[in-house]
């Protein structure tokens, strides 16, 4: 997400009975060893399995032992946007509900209750969990605007100890810190670099390790989709984590896109993150744009995806256009009548043809 655009990082607007098609792609997924906690890449399908195109999303991508997520809001009473989550998502990440300001409103005083809800009902759909996010120089609480030095640290360490440790053993994937550098490859001169200095982004995976340790620990960011100034300054310092012991598992990649993207150093972006043994994953994704020109993005970026070895998966920004923090430029694969546009039908394809 770029810093140009003021409503960019806050998503406001995006916060019963199982189908056959979600017990069916949930038990892909359980074959696939998707829904279990593991820091080796997802299992393939057999050599000598027979595999028939799925018809959803989830059951798709399920079958090259990946997930297929999308962001959730508080949207569940709207049966349109409950079936389509539960029919074509595998994955779900909270839009706000785990964030720090909605978590932690005041200081020591927590409340879990937006997330508590999404994790018991993907719990009950048999759906995988990313908890997004621990720490964020963005939607923090007014208490910690003003919060220095060690006071600021020790707020740090006690909220993703509490968060994580609330929620432990039921994420699969924390994005540990968020947004973190700058597109020169400098670190974001927030409060938390400010106050605590180069130290503080591996004080959070390190505290956020003790605190849930099954969990893959993730760094996530925006702009980054390109080998660029930005994912070098990333890049260095997930080679450094991995040479000093640094508990960091994944690297998310938001990838929030334009149907005029340039993607040609993509796949080669995720490749060079995974060949330093962390796992890939694309975290927030969505596409301005529409036809055939958003469809072809699409299709890029899930057969770069594929293509990877250590990508566990996709996630979507959204469930519609309908809710979609771009709304304007219909970014997603259901538009705002929740009908399958010309990217879904791409994205399908190509999670069906990495399955043969």
């Not at 050599?47 to 569940?76: D, I, N, P």
């Not at 809800?117 to 997004?132: D, P, T």
């Not at 993005?297 to 250590?310: D, G, I, M, S, T």
Request: charged residues 20%; hydrophobic residues 35%; proline residues 3%.
């Amino acid at each position: 997400m770029t810093s140009s655009s003021p409503g960019r990082h806050t998503r406001t607007t995006s916060r019963r009975t199982r189908s056959a098609s979600t017990v069916a792609a949930s038990g892909v997924l359980a074959a696939a060893g998707v829904l279990a906690f593991s820091p080796t890449a997802p299992a393939a399908p057999s050599a000598s399995s027979t595999v028939q195109a799925a018809g959803t999303l989830g059951a798709a991508a399920a079958q090259s032992g990946r997930y297929f997520g999308t962001a959730v809001a508080e949207h569940y009473g709207e049966a349109d946007y409950e079936g389509t989550l539960n029919r074509e998502f595998s994955s779900v990440v909270a839009e706000n509900a785990m964030k720090w300001d909605a978590t932690e409103p005041n200081r020591n005083q927590f409340n879990f209750s937006g997330g508590d809800r999404l994790v018991n009902y993907a719990q009950q759909r048999g759906k995988y969990i990313r908890g997004h996010a621990l720490v964020w120089h963005a939607q923090q609480p007014g208490w910690v605007q003003g919060l220095t030095g060690d006071n600021l640290r020790q707020a740090m360490r006690n909220h993703i100890s509490k968060v994580a440790g609330h929620y432990a053993g039921k994420i699969d994937s924390w994005d540990v810190v968020n947004e973190a550098f700058e597109w020169d490859g400098s670190r974001r001169q927030s409060n938390l670099q400010k106050q605590l200095g180069d130290g503080w982004i591996e004080d959070a995976f390190r505290t956020a390790k003790t605190a849930d340790p099954k969990a893959k620990l993730c760094y996530n960011d925006y702009g980054t989709d390109a080998i660029n100034a930005k994912s070098d300054g990333i890049y260095r310092m997930v080679k450094d984590f991995r040479a000093r012991g640094v508990p960091i598992d994944c690297v998310g990649f938001q990838s929030h896109l334009s149907q005029n993207e340039n993607l040609s150093t993509y796949r080669q972006n995720l490749q060079r993150f995974a060949d330093l043994g962390v796992h890939v994953q694309i975290t927030e994704l969505d596409v301005g744009g529409s036809g055939a020109a958003q469809a072809n993005v699409y299709r890029q970026v899930a057969q770069a995806c594929l293509a990877v070895a250590r990508c566990n998966g996709i996630t979507v920004w959204g469930v519609t256009d309908k809710y979609s923090w771009r709304a304007r430029e219909t970014p997603l694969l259901f538009n705002g009548n929740y009908q399958k546009k010309e990217a879904y039908g791409a994205v399908l394809a190509a999670l069906n043809s990495a399955a043969g």
